[in-house]
């Protein structure tokens, strides 16, 4: 870690998780899962609303909404009764990005898959689970391959390569990918507090990862959080390490927060100081101190 002030740090990050709370919900996908109040649904909503989380929050939000309205009150019901062979076209009409109807579909197939063969999105991640790992690394990776075995029929013959269509939903550590999403869906699903649910108990809030994605690259690293400045599972490592200085049981508490900082602020890496004086880090913010006595 980078940043030398620690006590100052703490201060910080702590204001950030208080402030940044709930109220700040609707600019997140969160919002669309905390709408179902059964925990299953939660869970099976939850899993695909992370899958798509990509781009502006705006897009995300009308696309999950698109796939979920198909599947009613109970997404959960809904996938444990849902045969893609028999209705291979009930999401044809849904894409987004990258992503045509069949990788749309096929992820919702994998989801029903998981649910059908361990009873719950929970339980087929606990089959890799193991306690005993630093964090939660290893099992990812098990999970990620599990649901690659899954059957990708009728939209595909086999899943497709990691970064190719539904095949960029299976993103691996051992890749070295940073797993934003995957990372994401599980503090979901495992830290608890106003935000998260807190659904999955087997699984230590201090084995998580940070989801990284580039508000969270660039805020770390502007705190002294990482050095590291290719954003890949490393990163995510480097950073979760840092935030365990501060709270070594819930290192991933500060992840809304800090990703609303990079969000919300119309940062100008230091060039415009009227920016930096409105700027909830600007105090601790490396770039700004770097730029101020560049420039003075
Ligand atoms: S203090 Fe300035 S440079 Fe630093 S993150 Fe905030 S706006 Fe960007």
């Not at 028999?86 to 096929?106: A, G, H, M, T, V």
């Not at 502007?222 to 890949?232: A, F, K």
């Not at 940062?267 to 600007?282: A, E, R």
């Amino acid at each position: 870690m980078l940043n030398k002030n620690i006590d100052k740090l703490k201060n910080l990050l702590d204001n950030l998780y208080n402030t940044y709370d709930h109220s700040f919900l609707e600019t997140d996908p969160l919002s669309i899962v905390k709408e179902y109040k059964n925990e299953r649904d939660r869970e099976a909503a939850g899993f695909i609303t992370a899958m798509l989380s990509l781009g502006n929050v705006k897009a995300i939000k009308k696309t999950v909404r698109s796939v979920l309205s198909v599947m009613g009150k109970s997404p959960y019901h809904f996938l444990s009764d849902y045969y893609p062979e028999k209705e291979p076209d009930k999401f044809r009409n849904i894409s987004y990005r990258f992503y045509k109807p069949e990788d749309i579909s096929l992820l919702v197939s994998w989801t029903a898959q998981m649910i059908r063969k361990n009873g719950s999105i929970k339980d087929f991640f606990l089959v890799r689970f193991n306690e005993k790992d630093p964090d939660i690394g290893h099992s990812l990776s098990g999970f990620v391959k599990r649901i690659r075995a899954l059957d990708a029929a009728p939209f595909y013959k086999h899943a497709p390569p990691a970064g190719k269509g539904a095949g960029h939903f299976l993103t691996d550590p051992e890749k070295k990918s940073a797993c934003k999403r995957m990372n994401m869906f599980l503090r979901w699903m495992v830290r608890k507090d106003h935000l998260d649910f807190g659904l999955w108990d087997e699984i230590p809030a201090s084995m998580l990862i940070i989801p990284v994605d580039t508000h969270i690259s660039k805020v770390s690293r502007y705190l002294g959080l990482t050095s590291l400045s290719s954003p890949g599972w490393n990163m995510a490592v480097d950073i979760t390490n840092s935030l365990k200085i501060f709270s070594p049981e819930d290192p991933v508490k500060y992840d809304f927060a800090l990703c609303r900082v990079g969000m919300l602020n119309k940062c100008t890496n230091g060039k415009d100081p009227d920016i930096c004086s409105l700027c909830p880090i600007k105090d601790i913010c490396v770039v700004r101190e770097n730029f101020t006595k560049t420039n003075t």
